[in-house]
């Protein structure tokens, strides 16, 4: 259901309906307990619908489900209306409200099955909406007219400590085939500012635009804010927060995040790879969406599992806050691999969270975003490394593994070499207590003796959750970027149907930057992959098509340089797999040519508006 949500989103609503129980005794199911399936809520039988609403948040946080619900009375009046219509019936109604077929799509081919029972399949389904989409009726119009909203939690231009000077691109590209218009928010982070007025943009089809020091250029402010992005089209906005020095820039990358990304009514965030020490300081932010007050909760957690500290804080309307060192707040003991939870205490509101670890001596930060889905099973953390690089630098890899469960849970990682033939070229068996954080410096080396590049595979008994970062570890300090733990079950993975887009690509200058693409197969399948790369007015830069045997990664170093030379700014790639099965991770390393500092960004999957000018599904 998640899948087909994610695939038609922007072309159908898919809503869940929850009517009753079907086994609310766990350990009466017609094929055993459901304890086996991992589920972690007691069963039962709902007493209200208000109950049955709280048993669908928990679900959605429990499976990172992001479809919404109509929940069913407690006289079940839904079910019993539609019971005569067949068994886990899925209903299409037309955009005329005449119903275009009913069908119990919970049945499903032989082969996927569980205690005898088939489980869900949708192949029904795609086969009619691939036709209908083809030649829709008159009144279709899809859903590209839905508002598109969209959150930057964090953006600067402001004087910070240690003289440096913090600064924000925003990036926001159309990838459509028509006219979006976009307006930008600004969110101050003081209570007793005044927010400026909104700024609005007209965006042609194919085009992007770069909108350098956003808050001085655009907005003429002074501070920290955050950024609301509001369009009347899917359009695709990231930033790149840095330390502006006369020896090149230190930054860090944070994507615009969807509404449906946010945390509140029982969604809770995790942050990962915290750290207070002569080395490293922690700064955490949080900004309310909601047009009332709020109270979030900030719990910090050490490696250990044991409590650091909570903090409550309470948010004006539409206001953000950022914490300064907040571990400090608790201890002066040096505080390494910790994690916060950040819950919302007021119903009905939502928040983004964020943290950034910031390296004491380079002032390179780190941008962390919440993990929302604490159930992840097979993940793939790409940009390993241990390596010697360009001009005497060596690049290493720290990471980050977290149980939040109540249980122990046990790991597997493979380490896959890039460039290498698919095979995992060395494995290791891991176990975590409950609610510990493991945190291991120099991955690679630690944990296999090795060095070069690489891709780990990780493989959790149950729920686990994982965070990196790859540094050039220098005398002076540390600068590098994130490397993120990516659920490969989820909605993060490019697959047929869906496009991965890359924002603020270059190969300029001395002074500017270069760009890295790195692609990973993450199943047992060849795969092709394409990659279009377009310059800011939407004209083709170039095209690079490759093909990936079955879990192999590769990095194309300059890729800019392969496709048109030098000098371009602002280029935005498209990734698209063009097999007919199959899942890849894409994403993009771009370094700053005088500090040589990175950060990286992964191309997220939205429809391919190409795939549905074809008429394909």
């Known amino acids: 259901m998640e899948e087909r949500f994610q695939r038609y989103r922007d072309r159908v609503q898919l809503v869940y309906m929850y009517v009753r129980e079907a086994h609310p005794n766990p350990d009466r199911a017609p094929c055993g307990s459901t304890q086996s399936l991992g589920w972690t809520h007691p069963s039962g039988i709902t007493l209200s619908k208000a109950e049955r609403a709280q048993r669908a948040r928990w679900l959605s946080k429990d499976r990172d489900l992001s479809f919404p619900w109509i929940i069913d009375d407690v006289d079940n009046t839904w079910f019993s209306e539609y019971w005569p219509y067949g068994f886990y019936v899925g209903w299409l109604i037309d955009c005329d409200g005449k119903v275009l077929l009913h069908e119990p799509w919970g049945w499903a081919t032989p082969g996927t099955q569980w205690c005898g029972l088939p489980l869900a399949n949708f192949d029904s389904l795609d086969a009619f909406l691939s036709n209908y989409l083809a030649n829709p009726p008159p009144c279709y119009r899809g859903r590209e007219d839905v508002p598109q909203v969209s959150v930057v939690a964090a953006a600067a231009h402001t004087k910070g400590a240690g003289g440096s000077r913090w600064v924000t691109d925003l990036s926001i590209a159309n990838p459509g085939e028509v006219e979006a218009e976009v307006t930008v928010h600004v969110q101050r982070w003081r209570s007793d500012s005044v927010n400026p007025e909104p700024r609005t943009w007209e965006l042609m089809a194919g085009y992007s635009i770069e909108l350098n020091d956003v808050l001085a250029s655009e907005f003429a402010i002074d501070g920290n804010a955050t950024l609301r992005i509001e369009s009347d089209r899917p359009v695709v906005t990231v930033s790149r927060t840095y330390n502006d020095t006369p020896s090149g820039t230190f930054g860090q990358f944070a994507r615009a995040l969807p509404l449906g990304h946010a945390i ?38 050490a490696a250990d599992g044991t409590d650091i500290g909570t903090e409550i804080l309470n948010l004006p309307s539409l206001r953000s806050v950022q914490r300064f060192r907040m571990i400090r707040d608790f201890t002066t003991s040096a505080v390494e691999g910790a994690r916060a939870t950040v819950r919302v205490l007021t119903p009905d509101s939502r928040v983004m969270a964020y943290a950034t670890v910031i390296d004491n001596q380079t002032g390179d930060p780190t941008y962390i975003e919440p993990i929302l889905n604490t159930y992840q099973a097979d993940m793939n953390m790409p940009g390993a490394a241990n390596l010697q690089g360009a001009n005497s630098s060596h690049w290493v890899t720290d990471m980050v593994l977290s149980n939040l469960e109540d249980v122990e849970v046990t790991a597997t990682i493979e380490r896959f070499e890039r460039d290498g033939d698919g095979t995992p070229a060395d494995t290791v068996d891991l176990s975590l207590e409950p609610g510990q954080s493991l945190l291991i410096r120099d991955a690679l080396t630690t944990l296999f003796a090795s060095n070069g590049a690489a891709t780990l595979a990780i493989h959790a008994s149950r729920g686990l959750v994982a965070v990196g970062r790859t540094y050039n570890d220098t005398p002076s300090g540390t600068f590098g970027q994130l490397a993120p733990g990516l659920d490969i079950s989820a909605d993060r993975i490019l697959r047929p149907g869906t496009v991965g887009h890359l924002l603020q690509l270059e190969e300029s200058g001395a002074t500017g930057r270069r760009t890295n693409l790195g692609l990973v197969n993450t199943e047992n399948t060849p795969v092709a992959v394409e990659l279009r790369f377009y310059g800011e007015d939407g004209h083709l ?27 371009l700014r602002n280029v935005r790639a498209e990734v698209r797999v063009e097999s007919s099965t199959g899942g890849v991770i894409a994403f993009a390393t771009s370094v700053d040519n005088r500090s040589g500092d990175p950060v990286m960004q992964i191309a997220w999957p939205m429809e391919d508006r190409q795939a549905k000018t074809s008429g394909a599904p």
């Open 264 to 301: 509140g009514d029982e969604i809770v965030g995790h942050l990962l790879m915290l750290e207070d020490s002569p080395r490293f300081r922690t700064n955490i932010g949080v900004a309310n969406l909601s047009d009332h007050a709020i109270s979030v909760e900030i719990e910090l957690i």
């Open 541 to 567: 830069v170039g095209i690079i098509e490759k093909q990936l045997a079955p879990f192999v990664s590769i990095q194309l170093n300059r890729v800019l340089r392969s496709v048109n030379g030098s000098g």
